[in-house]
């Protein structure tokens, strides 16, 4: 089981920028695929970004393409998602997720997933 913990989430304004992390334990995290999902009041949970393992691609939800950018540090074994051009409807509570089941899951579908954060909120205001 990997452990996985969120952080920077807060309040910043229309327009503004936020990096959230994700620190992780387990010395093979660098193999898993990575992803964040975030889940609004009254919404599903829903993709954001992903990445692979290292070497590996970087997925984005056609919402946030552009805007934000997902990485990772091995050696830190921490996720990060950069968050540019915030809109108010980028609030939600973010979460990190880690190894998925299958080398066949999809990396968009939350349910595929092992390890999950327990998330940290951002809100974006007007």
């Known amino acids: 089981q990997v452990q996985l913990v969120e952080s920077g989430g807060g309040l910043v304004q229309a327009g503004g920028s936020l990096r959230i992390s994700c620190d992780t334990s387990?010395?093979?995290?660098?193999?898993?695929?990575m992803g964040w999902f975030r889940q609004a009041p009254g919404k599903e949970r829903e993709f954001v970004a992903a990445?692979?393992?290292?070497?590996?691609?970087?997925y984005y939800a056609d919402s946030v393409k552009g805007r934000f950018t997902i990485s990772r540090d091995n050696a830190k074994r921490t996720l990060y998602l950069q968050m540019n051009s915030l809109k108010p409807e980028d609030t939600a509570v973010y979460s990190c997720?880690?190894?998925?089941?299958?080398?066949?899951?999809?990396?968009?579908?939350?349910?595929?997933?092992?390890?999950w954060g327990q998330g940290t909120q951002v809100t974006v205001s007007l």
């Open positions: 990445v692979k393992s290292s070497g590996g691609g970087t």
């Open positions: 387990g010395s093979l995290v660098s193999m898993y695929t």
């Open positions: 997720a880690a190894r998925l089941r299958n080398s066949w899951s999809s990396y968009m579908n939350p349910v595929a997933y092992l390890d």
